[in-house]
């Protein structure tokens, strides 16, 4: 349900993001959740330039998406993001791909998995408390 979603960002669909019908191809969801993640840690405080200064970086493991309905060409897209769950080492977020021009058309859901790692020794580790405290923020 879309009012658990405390965050969105919206992206327009562009051309090279469609196959010779006009629909976006499953191949650009993942751009599309990687928007919504990079955004939700940019709000969170966390930016994609400078997040290793908290001494850790975060890397995806795994990644599923539900395809409920074509999104095409111009479509403006709303892509909510959430946390879903949070562990020792990793965390889960939600998404909702919606058609913002479309009364909220359900387009795609999906989740992913990142771990937390230290990019010095490029290993898994935990998270620590202040990170854990700038995602739930949001």
Not at 35 to 57: C, L
Not at 90 to 110: C, G, H, Q, V
Request: glycine fraction near 4%; include cysteine.
């Amino acid at each position: 349900m879309l009012t658990d979603f405390n965050f969105k960002v919206q992206v327009r669909v562009r051309f090279v993001e469609s196959d010779a019908q006009g629909i976006v191809n499953n191949g650009a969801y993942m751009t599309y959740l990687e928007v919504g993640r990079i955004e939700f840690f940019r709000k969170a405080g966390i930016s994609i330039k400078d997040r290793t200064k908290y001494g850790v970086d975060f890397v995806l493991v795994e990644a599923w998406i539900q395809y409920k309905s074509p999104a095409r060409v111009d479509d403006l897209l709303n892509i909510h993001v959430r946390i879903k769950e949070i562990k020792e080492r990793t965390f889960t977020m939600e998404y909702e791909i919606t058609d913002s021009e479309d009364n909220d058309r359900l387009i795609a859901k999906a989740y992913t998995i990142s771990a937390v790692i230290d990019p010095k020794i490029m290993k898994s580790c935990p998270i620590p408390e202040n990170i854990k405290g700038m995602i739930k923020s949001i």
